[in-house]
């Protein structure tokens, strides 16, 4: 089973998660500017990865403008964000994707950091129910 990763990371806990994730699942991973139709031509799961910044999640404007491209393939995707895992923000990211695309892809929530809030957080240990996911 191929996976590829992409991903848009601001802050860097974005990233960390999804080298770690790479390297546990022997995933490609890229960002989310490097996207192209080749990158997931022979994969069978595409995992999307970003921060929350403003209560969204950017990589959803890949998922949404390139949902044909994905449509056909195991979509997982990783909202990160320095609130806490059950905080109201994180249901509303979740809720903003379009209705078709939730019922359609696994979606997971990690912990991230921002300037020293959360530094002890970011943890590949929080990584273990999406290679669980991935395997």
Same mark, same amino acid.
Request: charged letters at 30%; proline letters at 3%; glycine letters at 4%.
């Given at each position: ?11 860097? =806990? &974005? $990233? ?16 989310? /500017? %490097? ?35 994905? =449509? &056909? $393939? ?16 994180? /249901? %509303? ?43």
């Amino acid at each position: 089973m191929k996976t590829v990763i992409f991903y848009k990371s601001i802050l860097g =806990s &974005t $990233k960390k998660y999804a080298n770690w994730l790479a390297d546990e699942t022997e995933a490609e991973i890229y960002k989310e /500017s %490097e996207y192209s139709q080749d990158k997931i031509k022979d994969a069978d799961t595409v995992v999307l990865m970003s921060g929350i910044y403003a209560a969204n999640i950017p990589i959803t404007k890949l998922l949404s403008k390139h949902w044909n491209d994905f =449509s &056909t $393939k195991r979509v997982v995707v990783v909202a990160v964000g320095v609130s806490p895992i059950d905080d109201k923000v994180r /249901s %509303e990211v979740y809720e903003k994707l379009p209705k078709d695309t939730r019922e359609n892809i696994k979606y997971f929530n990690l912990r991230g950091k921002l300037f020293g809030i959360n530094k002890d957080g970011v943890n590949p240990k929080n990584l273990k129910e999406i290679i669980k996911e991935l395997k």
